[in-house]
């Protein structure tokens, strides 16, 4: 079992960064990534991390603004965000899976979830 835990998040004003964490209890041997969600809106998809580390993808909304590392040997993901915007402001999520499954948000299969943390962005 894996049981994953965010941190980081906050309130920031627009243009700002925040760097969140998510630290995974136990030996992970899974891709990881990052999902938000919006109020009133369903959650999506961010971005992702192979397990080695050697992929990454983003969606086109944090592409060139979010970077996603991870640190294997301390279980350990990150999410660099930086110039953020009100439009980032949502719960984000932690999750852990087969790395197809996280880049369709196929939650069926995605194994673990964090339970989020919130990130606000003021104008």
């Known amino acids: 079992q894996v049981q994953l835990v965010e941190s980081g998040g906050g309130s920031v004003q627009a243009g700002g960064n925040l760097r969140l964490s998510c630290t995974a209890s136990g030996r992970t041997f899974f891709a990881m990534g990052w999902f938000r969600q919006a109020p009133g809106k369903d959650r999506e998809f961010v971005s992702a991390?192979?397990?080695?580390?050697?992929?990454?993808r983003y969606s086109d909304a944090v592409n060139g603004r979010f970077t996603t590392s991870r640190e294997s040997d301390k279980n350990v993901m990150y999410l660099q965000m930086n110039s953020l915007k009100p439009e980032d402001t949502a719960v984000y999520y932690c999750?852990?899976?087969?790395?197809?499954?996280?880049?369709?948000?196929?939650?069926?299969?995605?194994?673990?979830w964090g339970k989020g943390t919130l990130v606000t962005v003021s104008s």
């Open positions: 999750a852990a899976g087969p790395y197809a499954a996280l880049l369709i948000g196929n939650t069926a299969d995605i194994g673990y």
């Open positions: 991390i192979s397990v080695s580390g050697g992929s990454t």
